[in-house]
């Protein structure tokens, strides 16, 4: 069996695992009120302390940390322990304000390739594996999360980092790659450059392919698994709460199991932040009870998505989190519409298209505008104005059918829109610039 195939933990059954969560954030929250004196005054100003705090049915009683708090804090504000026992920053790949960083000692650099190790086990990764980690290397958290967990499974590492794309293909045959972990934006332009060298499937040794830290849709993961001849499984982390494998898919391909015995998800109302029952949407919020440096606790991911204790084919009773459909920060207000850009994508590739598009949003005349641009495949490309025209339309038609307002849709040749080679940037909203 499988070094990484925790069975004792990713089986436990659940009064066993709610009996070592609680000893764990009992210990935990007293961890925090001691040593991070920002977080002893949220819970001093909610008249919490930590003897209230007696099991996860407690947890509701703890105040939430925001990405707000974060940066108020930053860098140090937040670290559990003293720095000299910090080996290692890692920090998010946000863009605009300031950037967050996180913190590890030795311990939570070794919990957190735990989590990718097992995930790499769950898509069917062992030490006879070659694995292409071409997630970016640095302070962003994929290269460094993906690469420990290939060593502690013991797969031979190829740590390419992202770019370069006709060498990672190049290695990836001669060195027979059977598992590639990157983003799925990444994924998708790595299967178009192997097409585009003249290749198929058949010429890699590729089986599975480990894509996350990024929104995806499930027509995005039927696409790639066509293009590069795998089983695409998703993966879901954030730097705040230690980096990809928060939580991980299996086979089955229903959601991600989220590791329980390191942190505790919650579903939140994001308006009230009420706890919400199984099974309703709502943004997910995490508490970390084994971690030693950076141990944030109830902190709001954003990420809009619901929880499932339904019995897994895999045999894992770690409760699982559908794919998130996007940041509550993702989503756009169009006339008065919310869009998801995971919505428009979905329709995207129902319709053949390319998974390439830019979503454009602006306001003219005191009317939001959205323009989505979209790459014809090579096949669909064609010089007549009448076919295209008449294909604007009716993707414009079906986009319409989804989201309940009319898009303008621009078909562009192939290979005009910038591919990603680590988080694709989708949209942008030039109503915030005139703002
Ligand atoms: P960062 O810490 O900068 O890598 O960003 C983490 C964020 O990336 C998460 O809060 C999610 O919004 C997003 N993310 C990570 N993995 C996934 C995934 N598998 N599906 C959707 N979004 C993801
Ligand atoms: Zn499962």
Known sequence: MAKYWHEDIETMPREDMRKLQSERLVAQVK????????????????????????????????????KADLREAYPYGLLATPLSDCVRIHSTSGTTGKRVVAFYTQHDIDLWEDCCARAITAAGGTEDDVCQVAYGY???????????????????????SSGNTERQIQFMRDLGATILCCTPSYAAYIGETLHDMGLTPDDIKLKAGIFGAEPWTEEMRRSIEKSLGIKAYDIFGLTEISGPGVAFECAEQTGMHINEDHFIPEIIDPETGEVLPEGTVGELVFTSITKEAFPLLRYRTRDLCVLSRKKCSCGRTLIKMAKPMGRSDDMMIIRGVNVFPSQIETVLIEQGYS?????????KNNTDTLDISVEMTPEQFSDKMKDVQEKERSLAA???????INPKVHLVSPKTITRSEGKAVRVID???LHD
């Open 355 to 363: 998974p390439n598009y830019l979503i454009e949003v602006d306001r």
């Open 31 to 66: 961890h925090v009120y001691e040593h991070v004196p920002y977080y002893r005054d949220l819970m001093d100003k909610k008249g919490v302390k930590p003897d209230d705090i007696q099991s996860v049915d407690d947890l509701h009683k703890l105040p939430f940390l925001s």
């Open 430 to 432: 030039r109503r915030k």
């Open 398 to 404: 079906a986009i319409k059918t989804m989201l309940g």
């Open 138 to 160: 640095g302070l962003f958290t994929g290269g460094a999360g993906l690469h420990g967990g290939s060593h502690k499974v013991g797969s031979l590492t190829l740590p390419m």
